[in-house]
């Protein structure tokens, strides 16, 4: 049972260029969610899927589009990579959204932008 | 004033210590409270989950919630090597989700 997964690990870019952060999920949850974290700012959602078909921005979405596949995956892409994107991205899953239920996350995908 | 408030440390403690961290809040509307647990280059891992105020025990972990005073704790007893992370409070209600920044623990041998 793998819970969330991410992909890639570690990623370097350079400023302009694009890509897409991947995240599945097998714990067969309705709601996912992106955050990026950066030292002394903690935790920020950037984007989240309540369920699959439906898309909503969160505290920094600009810079970031979102896909949700289908239930299980949600991705995460940057059009034109800028140096303050560069941060620790974490996918999140939980049964239903902003709601009592607990959000579980993947091990993270570590950016850097030059 | 943010929503969640943690002191960011680091804290620092001998090997068997107790350990207490703290968050504090401003919105009424939370009801239910978790601690998760981040080790260095991982994600975020699910320590104790409770609804509303009073206390829960698992293991070495106690989860106390006082929402009178819109403060929660998290203690650690017998405090290992091993608990070193970070350590972030958060909590729900009223379709709202927020995160404390996280403290830093070292527990030193």
């Known amino acids: 049972n793998a819970g969330v997964t991410q992909t890639p690990k570690f990623q370097v870019l350079k400023t302009g260029q694009s890509m897409t952060l991947q995240c599945a999920q097998d714990?067969?949850?309705?709601?996912m969610y992106w955050y990026r974290q950066d030292p002394g700012m903690g935790l920020r959602l950037i984007y989240y899927s309540a369920s699959e078909g439906t898309t909503d921005k969160g505290e920094v979405p600009n810079g970031y589009n979102v896909s949700r596949l289908n239930k299980r995956e949600f991705s995460l892409r940057l059009e034109s990579a800028a140096p303050s994107q560069t941060s620790v991205y974490f996918c999140?899953?939980?049964?239903?959204?902003?709601?009592?239920?607990?959000?579980?996350f993947g091990d993270g995908t570590r950016l850097s932008i030059l | 004033q943010k929503e969640v408030e943690q002191d960011p440390g680091p804290l620092s403690v001998p090997e068997g210590a107790i350990v207490s961290l703290n968050c504090t809040y401003s919105n009424s509307a939370f009801q239910y409270f978790m601690w998760y647990r981040q080790y260095s280059r991982k994600g975020p891992e699910l320590l104790m989950y409770t609804y509303s105020s009073g206390n829960k025990e698992d293991g070495r972990f106690t989860a106390q919630v006082d929402k009178s005073s819109k403060y929660i704790s998290l203690f650690i007893r017998d405090s290992q090597p091993s608990d070193s992370a970070t350590y972030l409070c958060?909590?729900?209600?009223?379709?709202?989700?927020?995160f404390g920044t996280g403290t830093s623990l070292t527990v030193i041998p």
């Open positions: 958060a909590m729900t209600g009223g379709n709202q989700f927020y």
């Open positions: 714990m067969n949850h309705n709601s």
């Open positions: 999140a899953s939980s049964e239903n959204p902003m709601s009592n239920q607990p959000q579980h």
